[in-house]
């Protein structure tokens, strides 16, 4: 008889919490609803506050940062090497281009910005760093967001490992678009990984949201696929722990 590995502690985290109401919403409903543990908030987003508050109610979820370099307008005023003639933060395909260069110690000071606000606003430090658009992982920007991790004591989103400071947990990106599917989630878990984070965005759609991301009706699908009971019951029948990142072990120096 054939032994399937599966996934051992499993983290379902939510992007883009902040970045519009039925945004803010359908991370919620993820949670209560369904297996969503995780979620990572935007501090310069018109819901953030509203965000917050509701994270407040939900003690159990788990709350992190999700850094932002690529839209809206930066929380700090000396941050000319990344944004455009109206002041707001340059799109992620211009990071694409080797010659653009980012001001280290302005990245620095814009994501230290929103870390410090994260705790003034929830009283306490999030539970892991990742950010939008992945630009955290761009190899130009890597250094800043470990410095970072170092001095706030944070795990770091990670695809391969690019820090030691806590249990490696990779991140698989892909349920998403055409992946967002029953059938490419369940075969997502079969793995050998202790730990596992699938990373999603479901929501209600609204208007702002339609508007400002190319990625918006299939939000609704994501939604639905993690609130299907087919999906919870297959969890519980392999026994994979739901967790987030607050559980993830830190590595003895």
Not at 49 to 75: E, F, N
Not at 108 to 125: D, T
Not at 159 to 164: D, Q, V, W
Not at 182 to 187: G, L, P, R, V, W
């Amino acid at each position: 008889m054939e032994v399937t590995t599966m996934v051992k502690k499993l983290i379902v985290n939510a992007d883009d919490f902040g970045i519009s109401e039925g945004a803010v919403l359908g991370i919620i409903a993820a949670y209560q609803q369904g297996i969503l543990t995780s979620t990572t908030c935007m501090m310069n987003m018109p819901y953030t506050d509203m965000a917050i508050s509701l994270a407040k109610q939900h003690p159990q979820l788990g709350l992190g940062i999700h850094l932002v370099l690529t839209l809206g307008k930066p929380l700090t005023s000396n941050c000319k090497s990344f944004i455009d003639e109206n002041g707001n933060f340059l799109r992620p395909e211009v990071y694409e281009n080797e010659e653009v260069v980012v001001d280290s110690e302005e990245l620095y000071q814009e994501w230290k910005a929103q870390i410090e606000k994260f705790i003034k606003l929830m009283g306490k430090k999030p539970t892991h760093i990742d950010s939008h658009h992945h630009v955290h992982l761009l190899p130009q920007l890597q250094q800043t967001v470990i410095k970072l991790a170092n001095e706030y004591d944070l795990p770091i989103r990670q695809r391969l490992p690019i820090t030691s400071n806590y249990q490696f947990v990779r991140c698989n990106d892909q349920f998403y678009n055409q992946k967002a599917t029953y059938d490419y989630f369940i075969s997502v878990l079969n793995s050998d990984d202790e730990y596992l984070e699938i990373m999603c965005h479901p929501a209600f759609l609204d208007w702002r949201l339609y508007n400002i991301s190319s990625y918006n009706i299939l939000r609704m699908k994501e939604l639905d696929l993690l609130c299907d009971q087919r999906i919870k019951h297959f969890i519980d029948e392999h026994q994979i722990e739901l967790i987030n990142f607050s559980k993830i072990k830190k590595i003895s120096s």
